[in-house]
């Protein structure tokens, strides 16, 4: 049976255009397979701990050796690379913050680089490929080739350079210049904002459509 990570991050609730359009492309997958299992997280309500002094190095000392806080945080981190495992596929709704992803999305990314769980020791090899993860990405401004702002997207490059350690290979489809319909200074950019929403939508809705034989 498939089964369905769905994963959002925004704190913006129903404003979000993250959540708006992993809502869609789970709306999409649930189509293209009925009968098909969920599992959903909101990092936006419910965010994972960070690492930090107390927990971090759980990834880097022998399980016996643990503390108490460094056991709690290996048993999440078994918990989270055990849901990539039992999806086919994995939905990230992914806003730019400040230039950069939401701090819940690289704490996601830290817990799941475990040595034995996601990645093997000996070869480095990333265990937790031949799944799809498709990140639905949000970006107030624009980033585009000659735009002002051309490479301060920070979370698209990084993404798949921290994921490649574990095996997932992310495809991206992007909605530009959310921002245009409530910042008067952006009010020109309201067609083109609309115009690239309407083309990740249209993605959206091609997704896992049948083959044409």
């Given at each position: 049976?498939?089964?369905?990570?769905?994963?959002?991050?925004?704190?913006?609730?129903?404003?979000?255009?993250?959540?708006?359009?992993?809502?869609?492309?789970?709306?999409?997958?649930?189509?293209?397979?009925?009968?098909?299992?969920?599992?959903?997280?909101?990092?936006?309500?419910?965010?994972?701990?960070?690492?930090?002094?107390?927990?971090?190095?759980?990834?880097?000392?022998?399980?016996?050796?643990?503390?108490?806080?460094?056991?709690?945080?290996?048993?999440?981190?078994?918990?989270?690379?055990?849901?990539?495992?039992?999806?086919?596929?994995?939905?990230?709704?992914?806003?730019?913050?400040?230039?950069?992803?939401?701090?819940?999305?690289?704490?996601?990314?830290?817990?799941?680089?475990?040595?034995?769980?996601s990645t093997?020791?000996e070869t480095?090899?990333?265990?937790?490929?031949?799944?799809?993860?498709?990140?639905?990405?949000?970006?107030?401004?624009?980033?585009?080739?000659?735009?002002?702002?051309?490479?301060?997207?920070?979370?698209?490059?990084?993404?798949?350079h921290a994921?490649?350690?574990?095996?997932?290979?992310?495809?991206?489809?992007?909605?530009?210049?959310?921002?245009?319909?409530?910042?008067?200074?952006?009010?020109?950019?309201?067609?083109?904002?609309?115009?690239?929403?309407?083309?990740?939508?249209?993605?959206?809705?091609?997704?896992?459509?049948?083959?044409?034989?």
């Amino acid at each position: 049976m498939a089964h369905l990570l769905h994963i959002d991050s925004s704190i913006k609730g129903d404003a979000s255009v993250s959540r708006s359009l992993t809502a869609r492309a789970a709306d999409v997958w649930r189509t293209a397979h009925p009968g098909g299992t969920v599992t959903y997280r909101d990092f936006g309500v419910d965010p994972l701990p960070h690492l930090d002094a107390a927990t971090g190095l759980a990834r880097m000392v022998p399980g016996d050796q643990h503390t108490p806080a460094q056991a709690a945080s290996w048993e999440l981190t078994k918990q989270l690379v055990g849901e990539v495992l039992e999806a086919d596929t994995i939905l990230l709704g992914l806003p730019l913050y400040n230039f950069g992803p939401p701090s819940t999305v690289k704490a996601w990314v830290d817990h799941l680089i475990a040595p034995g769980l996601s990645t093997d020791p000996e070869t480095q090899t990333g265990l937790l490929g031949g799944r799809e993860l498709l990140v639905l990405a949000s970006r107030g401004g624009g980033y585009l080739p000659g735009t002002p702002r051309e490479g301060w997207d920070h979370a698209e490059p990084w993404l798949p350079h921290a994921l490649s350690t574990i095996g997932l290979e992310p495809r991206f489809i992007t909605a530009e210049l959310t921002l245009a319909d409530t910042v008067p200074q952006m009010a020109e950019l309201r067609g083109l904002a609309a115009e690239s929403l309407a083309a990740a939508e249209r993605e959206i809705d091609a997704l896992w459509a049948p083959v044409a034989a």
